[in-house]
């Protein structure tokens, strides 16, 4: 059953939007990752112009996401004096984010530093995060194995305004979430995603924070930078599809529900593991159509200019 | 709306409205050509997969039909791939002015029969003829590399017809012919333009208007999400909240 969307102008079936809505919605329930990064590509694959891939599917993370909170808030899972520490730095960075990428369209290259991003940090961040997970898998299945402490102590934990964070169980400069939602924040302006696959292992492996604190924190500071793109993308460029929205928030929040309880069954180490494959994977598709002869040489550019 | 608003071939209507033309319109005099569409509008609503009109009409006296039908003339830039440092990136561009958003061409007969190449391109007809202009500062020979591959990838798109579509002819006068739009058809007014062809040249004429929009639910989408961008954007996030937030209802106390 086919479907037109208003703003794509294109037809596409109704239970393919769906389906996908619905499996980018458990992963994201499982993960705390918006799915944004799988979301984007997978629409544009089916045929939807990128502009409004890009500014649909964070429409659509912003649902997904609240949905995530509210699931994981429930278990006590979000720690939200951390997601608005985070929030903090994430806003000022998307307003950086969102003027490097009018830069970059103008010069014509936002495709490919999209794609070029994409394949380093999920690249790096994927085999990071794929070797740590092996080795605590490891390190459990020997017995009698010596538990390491919580996180190393460094030099970050020299910065100034120190501040409690009691449901991470940490005592850290607010500087540290700051900068990290700063970062994430610049990223997902450019990337047009909520960042949620950079800041969950960050949080993991730079914060230190408890695996089971991660998804419903990172998922909190989603909502609001979706929200902020949304709104941005909605009024600069008119690429918010409606229509494609609706479709893919239906199949998107039950999803997420589902994930969210699939994923409370599963190890840290093991919801890791799987994650890191699944970065992995994602980045190696967009490596290989970097370098591989395009099928087609040509484009046209759905906005002329 | 129907899906398929302007599917009529088969209508008993046409026959009368073909009839009437014959005995009306024909016998109308300096109009060699007469012809009309079963409708003006191919209306976009949601279970929009395209649609298909019925073009219509009569001569006066022996000859071919050959009708164009041209979408609305917009700025294109097609990109050209090549390879730096083991990517593949857009390397080259090139702009065309006016380029016709879609095209297509029927005849009753080939038309390199029934027509001198100069004057089909005179007039315009074939997707050879399209006399796209790139603007500067593209060489003359990188134009015209560009303009063939835009012209293939719309043809891919199938907003512009590979081949020219069959005009057939109900006895010696009265002729008929389908046009058919895939599903990502530009929006706009569509002009068809119906010739009269003999004796290997252009002998009448007649321009038609063809009206392609979206309507209902989807017309008021996308007019909104223009005219009232930011509050378009405002209720995308918070009907985003409110799913979200409903969507975890069902699942209280699992």
Redesign the interface.
Known sequence: M???L??A???LDVFLLLGLGGAIGFLSGVFGVGGGFLLTPMLIFIGVPPAVAVASSA??L??????GV??HW?RGNVDFKMGFTLLLGGLAGSALGVWLFTLLKRV??I??TIS?CYVLLLGVLGALMAVESLRAIARQRRPGAIRRKLHQHNWMHGLPLKTRFRRSKLYISALLPTGLGFAVGVLSAILGIGGGFVLVPAMIYTLGMPTAMVPGTSLLQI?FVA?NV???????N?T?D??L?LLL??GG??G??IGT?FGTRLRGEQLRFLLALLVLAVAAKLAQD?????H??????P??? | MTRRSGRRGSNPLLVVLLLALVLVGGRARGDPIVADLTSHLIA???????ASVVLFGAIEGPGDVIAVVRGPA????????G?VA?????AE?A?FASVPSFYAVAASRPIDEILPRDTAALYRIGTGNLKVEAKPPTTPETARR?AD??I???Q?LGLFGANPLKISFLGDRLFRTTITVP??V??GTYLVEVFLVRNRDVVGGQTTPLVVS?VG???A??DF??RQ??A???I??V???V??????L???G?
């Open positions: 086919d479907i037109y208003p703003i102008e294109i037809s429409n659509q912003v649902g997904a996401s609240l949905s509210i699931a429930r014509g290259q495709e490919l070029l909502i929200a949304t709104f941005l993308q909605a009024y600069t008119r918010v409606a229509v929205t928030r239906i929040v039950i997420a529900q309880r970097l370098t591989l002869r395009p087609d040489l040509y484009t046209i550019a906005e002329p200019g | 976009i609503g949601s279970g929009f997969t395209g917009r700025d294109m830039t097609i990109w050209r791939k390879k083991g990517i593949w990136v857009n561009s702009t560009f591959a835009l293939k990838e719309q891919q599903a990502n530009p929006t979206k639910l989807d017309a989408v996308s999400a223009t961008a930011a378009y954007g405002a995308a996030v009907t985003a909240l799913a979200g937030w409903l969507a975890s069902p699942f209280r699992v």
